[in-house]
């Protein structure tokens, strides 16, 4: 199912073209919404005037100052670009009142990373099975070439799964690198070569058609994703992580174990192989006094 795109009329995009022409009344809800704009997806006209200090006749002009038919209609557009992962629309009227008193609640908000982190740890793992993860790491190990694919902040879950897994196989590379494409690395791909491609939100357009391109080419493709990004139909296993933050950002805590998980058994399932050539990398350390 391809992902919606947001609207080239965002809500904040039409928040901002108003500026100029609110009353004073209605410059202080258009602040309150660019500050937290994820607000109004969560709370009735009602409620949302209460919470920014304003009349609710103040909230209906705002709204259809904006071009929206009705409330419900606005509604719908932030949880659309709320959904779509922004940071900005995740942050919630709280975080203003701990900005006021860090230090009072900062001892709460380490327990609530703690827990927040320990559900989706233990919610991702629930749904792993001995049977997928073992094919999984067999078809990565027998793999002539395995490619890791993930840009902003997946980038970072591509570069450490490889390093991890480069200990044992010898041919897996990040792609693309610095001024390469994507089409010189895809060409010559067999069903015998593996993909992961890392689809945490929110992804760049590459990702798309390079799931595409895999498929036509038949190799195995391993789609690690987080629970609100849609399936992909061209993944021959799909894996959701749970990354929900009690904050701003999103929680990636699972991703990470799991990149760890299937670093681990790879490193296990390369048998001799593996033992051999992590020993010839420890003696090259040595040899050249890298380390």
């Known amino acids: 199912m391809p992902q919606s795109k947001p609207s080239a009329n965002s809500f904040v995009r039409r928040v901002r073209s108003q500026l100029e022409a609110l009353s004073a009344t209605e410059r202080k809800l258009a602040d309150f919404m660019l500050e937290f704009p ?11 005037a209460s919470l920014a200090g304003v009349s609710n006749a103040t909230v209906s002009r705002f709204i ?19 959904e779509s992962g922004s940071p900005l629309f995740q942050a919630a009227k709280s975080s203003a009142a701990g900005a006021m008193n860090p230090a009072k609640v900062q001892a ?51 570069l450490y799964l490889r390093w991890q ?21 895809l060409a010559g791909l067999t069903p015998q070569d593996c993909l992961v491609v890392f689809g945490i939100r929110r992804q760049t357009r590459q990702m798309a058609g390079l799931l595409e391109a895999g498929a036509r080419m038949g190799c195995k493709i391993l789609f690690i994703s987080d629970a609100m990004s849609p399936d ?21 805590v699972a991703v990470m174990a799991l990149c760890d998980l299937i670093s681990t058994m790879v490193v296990e399932s390369a048998g001799a192989a593996g ?17």
């Open 232 to 252: 992909r139909r061209e993944a021959t296993w799909s894996i959701q992580c749970q990354c929900a933050g009690p904050g701003s950002l999103d929680n990636h």
């Open 165 to 185: 897994m480069l200990q044992v196989l010898a041919s897996v590379t990040v792609i693309p690198g610095p001024g390469e494409s994507l089409g010189e690395h």
């Open 38 to 48: 994820g607000e109004l997806a969560s709370y009735t006209a009602s409620e949302l």
């Open 108 to 158: 709460s908000l380490i327990a609530v990373h703690l827990e927040q982190s320990q559900s989706n740890l233990a919610r991702t793992f629930a749904q792993l099975s001995d049977a997928q993860m073992h094919d999984i790491v067999t078809t990565l190990v027998r793999a002539p070439r395995v490619l890791i694919f993930g840009t902003r902040g997946s980038h970072g879950f591509a």
């Open 64 to 82: 259809r100052r904006l071009g929206y038919a009705s409330y419900d209609e606005a509604k719908r557009d932030v949880r659309r670009e709320k």
């Open 275 to 291: 033992r051999r050539r992590l020993a010839g990398i420890e003696l090259l350390h040595e040899d050249l006094e890298e380390l």
